[in-house]
């Protein structure tokens, strides 16, 4: 059965870091590719980063770049978000989705997801 847990959302103040963790299990990240997605209130879902084999990575958000990659360790089956430079915009909730093989710019192309953490950019 293929799962992902999100965990280390929080409050954070502008300026401040976050490191987001998806743990996948029934699967092996060797095979599927990772995307990170957020979902603010009032704005629909927005793409963030991907990883997937071998460590290739798609920027989906050009807010980002700069302040926000991301990394695996395949020995955990995880799959890391780093957050620097947070800014009030990044708020929302977080999610983890997986799909086989490559990234793919459309985010219902990704079968499986978690149930999001959320991160709150606030002073």
């Known amino acids: 059965q293929v799962q992902l847990v999100e965990s280390g959302g929080g409050l954070v103040q502008p300026g401040g870091s976050l490191r987001l963790s998806c743990v996948a299990s029934?699967?092996?990240?060797?095979?599927?590719?990772i995307g990170w997605f957020r979902h603010a209130p009032g704005k629909g879902r927005e793409g963030v980063l991907c990883i997937n084999s071998p460590d290739i990575r798609y920027y989906y958000a050009d807010s980002v770049k700069g302040r926000f990659t991301i990394s695996r360790d395949n020995a955990k089956n995880t799959v890391y978000l780093q957050m620097n430079s947070l800014k009030p915009e990044d708020t929302a909730v977080y999610y983890c989705?997986?799909?086989?093989?490559?990234?793919?710019?459309?985010?219902?192309?990704?079968?499986?997801w978690g149930q999001g953490t959320q991160v709150t950019v606030s002073a």
């Open positions: 989705a997986a799909r086989a093989s490559l990234c793919s710019g459309s985010s219902t192309s990704f079968a499986s």
């Open positions: 029934g699967f092996s990240l060797d095979y599927y590719a």
